[in-house]
Structures are given as structure tokens and as C-alpha cells.
């Protein structure tokens, strides 16, 4: 088996992806959707941004409206986001994601 080497610069990039996946599996119950979108190394931009767009295009048949308008802005925001990237990184792949949470309403009593 190959041994891999992590330096100290990789050590802090493991830890923060390890500190939002544990903060995103907080994230639960009704009223919640989350856009994961992975990105393989040397895939082009353009490519997952006209792909997202496309489920821009299908998440409008989604029956509930706040879901649909919360999946539809959701994909809207990762589209921005990418948009400001000029090009994927050589070695590695990207993660991003998007999540969008309902709160609910304090009564009053």
C-alpha cells in the first residue's frame, strides 16, 4: 500500500472539512434541503455550470412551493459561486454545498 504524506498545510484543510461535515450532519429534519455538488478533478467549469442549470430547469417541477423555491435558489447560489472560479484545480476535486433551512415561528402563548 502507498504511504501518503500530509504535511502540515493538509492537516488543517483535513480538519476544517472534518469540522463542516460534522456542523452539515447537525442539519436535519423537515424543512431542509442541501445541494452537495462534487466536481472531479479536471472536469470543466462550463460543463457542471450548464449541468446545474439544467436541474435549475427540473427542480421547477418540484409540487411544493417553498421546497422548490428554496432548491431553485440553492442551485442559483452554487451556479454564482462558480461562476467566480476561472478553473477547476489540477490534482484534486471539489465539494460544494448549499443548504437552506426553514425556522419556524416562535408561538405565542
Known amino acids: 500500500m502507498k504511504k501518503i504524506n500530509i504535511e502540515k498545510q493538509d ?14 450532519s447537525q442539519k436535519s429534519g423537515r424543512g431542509t434541503e442541501l445541494i452537495t455538488v462534487y466536481i472531479p478533478k479536471g472536469k470543466q467549469l462550463h460543463e457542471i455550470i450548464s449541468t446545474l442549470q ?8 418540484i409540487k411544493s412551493d417553498l421546497t422548490r423555491t428554496h432548491v431553485v435558489d440553492s442551485l442559483g447560489k452554487v451556479v454564482q459561486r462558480l461562476k467566480l472560479y476561472k478553473k477547476t484545480r489540477k490534482g484534486i476535486g471539489d465539494v460544494l454545498w448549499s443548504i437552506t433551512t426553514r425556522r419556524r415561528r416562535a408561538s405565542r402563548k
Do not use: C, F, H, W
Open 11 to 24: 492537516s488543517v484543510k483535513i480538519y476544517k472539512i472534518r469540522k463542516m461535515l460534522e456542523e452539515l
Open 54 to 61: 439544467q436541474e435549475q430547469g427540473t427542480a421547477d417541477n
